[in-house]
């Protein structure tokens, strides 16, 4: 195991939990990154917000309450420490990661060792590597040559990912420009958003006022990638840039209203294989949260638009999951390797935490000389497994890559095949994901019995 954070110290637990010895690799305090602070596994760098413990309402609160199912050492410690927070599971940081150290400490079947890992050792046969975002450069260069030089990623720069069905229809439409199909598309593939010469002067002036983040120290010498800059940025450059970048309306015609010509168009790329959620093409951005909701709701045919991410730019350490990881996430050309975390394209400390608990499991099933299984799409770790090695759709254009970490949420999850009303459709999926947990628990315990 390399790496003590939230994923690695919950997968070297799942693993000892399963009677298999573990070796945990963790190179606090020997050395640290930018942003840890302590010698503590687990240690929580931002924020001590699980967000919403909600379990009928929320896709994070639903994997909670999965989490404590499948026995989580990460959620017992949450729970032991929790502080008021209204509907939240806020801990409190210290007393939260000095009780996950002394649990792996007192564990007889791990082993620790204070050290950074810089190659995994050629011996080592079942290795699970979960150094997450901040991986420290020696190891990330070993990553890189082990996994291909395209395979991993040092910037997240995300654009923003909207819930198809909160788009205006009335005013947005489906086609590709041209009417191009491309490899695997259908001449239909984007939906278009339309501006005219008067709301799109009036985007870019409120793009630019738009309030922003600034950068790190630590990210500041990173420079932008993949031609990736901010939508404001390219707005900086001149009143007509965006309109000959991501929003030129060229080679489309406004299906409802087709004699008149769009001075400029928003367009949004599927981004999952559901069809569920699409991602504003060419809108990575560092405005804050609050205001790319109030600023992109301006966009004709997203204003009621419901974001399953936010854009954002920032340093990270992640692979090309579902290119190389195969389902049990293991890397297809060196199997030995399983990678768990943040760096697998997960984004949040319960979601890597839920991906160390998986990681574990399969690494001490498969030492066990069992199947290793993972849970049903239908299921928040499912569906978060699924975004991560084969849910996400490549981009049918050529360039930039488009996978990136994502937190749980709904539109990960396959639709639900009744007619259900609107209010009723969050509790109906937590409830079917946790009728196919206790299945899937069921099923695993009477495999391994076997
Ligand atoms: C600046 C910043 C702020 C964030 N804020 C939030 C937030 O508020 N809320 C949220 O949910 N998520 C936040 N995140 C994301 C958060 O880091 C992850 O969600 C979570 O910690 C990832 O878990 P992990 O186990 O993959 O990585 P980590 O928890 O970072 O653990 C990785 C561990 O690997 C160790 N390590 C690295 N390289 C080596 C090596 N070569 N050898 C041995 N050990 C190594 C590190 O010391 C670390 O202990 C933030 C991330 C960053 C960078």
């Not at 082993?111 to 810089?118: A, D, G, S």
């Not at 901040?134 to 040559?145: K, V």
């Not at 010509?261 to 990575?284: E, I, S």
């Amino acid at each position: 195991m390399i790496g003590g954070g939230l994923s690695g110290s919950e997968a070297a637990w799942q693993v000892a939990h399963r009677g298999v010895p573990v070796v945990l690799h963790e190179m606090r305090p020997v050395r640290s990154t930018p942003v840890h602070k302590t010698a503590e596994f687990a240690e929580l760098v931002c924020s001590n917000s699980f967000r919403s413990d909600d379990a009928l309402g929320s896709a994070i609160g639903l994997l909670h309450a999965e989490m404590r199912r499948l026995g989580s050492l990460v959620m017992r410690a949450a729970d032991d420490h929790k502080l008021p927070a209204g509907g939240a599971l806020a801990v409190d940081r210290d007393g939260f990661s000095a009780a996950i150290t002394a649990i792996l400490e007192s564990e007889l079947l791990i082993e620790i060792r204070r050290e950074e890992i810089l190659e995994p050792a050629a011996e080592w046969d079942s290795v699970i590597v979960a150094t997450g975002p901040l991986t420290s450069p020696g190891l990330a260069d070993a990553i890189q040559r082990l996994t291909g030089e395209a395979a991993l990623a040092f910037f997240d720069a995300i654009a923003p990912i909207v819930h198809r069905d909160s788009i205006d229809f009335n005013i947005a439409w489906f086609q590709s420009r041209y009417d191009k199909a491309g490899p695997g598309g259908s001449g239909a593939d984007y939906i278009n958003c339309p501006l005219t010469q008067e709301q799109y002067y009036a985007f870019v002036d409120v793009l630019l006022a738009g309030d922003k983040i600034a950068f790190r120290d630590f990210e500041k010498d990173t420079p932008y990638f993949d031609g990736c800059l901010p939508v404001e940025v390219m707005a900086e450059r001149g009143r007509e840039t965006l309109r000959h970048g991501p929003m030129k309306p060229f080679g489309l015609t406004d299906a409802h209203r087709p004699g008149a010509k769009p001075y400029a168009v928003v367009q949004l790329r599927q981004d999952n294989k559901l069809g569920t959620l699409f991602n504003m093409v060419g809108f990575q951005t560092k405005l804050k949260h609050a205001e790319q909701v109030r600023i992109f709701r301006t966009i004709p045919g997203l204003a009621q638009a419901e974001f399953a991410r936010l854009g954002g730019l920032h340093r990270n350490t992640f692979l090309n999951s579902p290119k190389i990881l195969d389902e049990t996430l293991r890397l297809k050309s060196n199997p030995r390797l399983r990678f768990a975390g943040q760096i697998t394209g997960c984004e949040g400390y319960v979601e890597s935490a839920a991906i160390g608990l998986l990681a574990g499991r399969a690494a001490a099933a498969e030492r066990l000389g069992e199947r290793p299984s993972m849970p049903p799409p239908t299921t928040a770790h499912g569906a978060l497994i699924g975004h991560i090695t084969g849910g996400h759709i490549e981009t049918i254009d050529s360039g930039a890559r488009s996978f990136q970490p994502m937190n749980v949420n709904f539109g990960l999850f396959p639709p639900l095949g009744s007619r259900t009303a609107r209010g009723a459709q969050k509790p109906a999926l937590c409830a079917r994901a946790l009728a196919d947990l206790d299945a899937w628990i069921g099923a695993t315990v009477s495999d391994a019995a076997e």
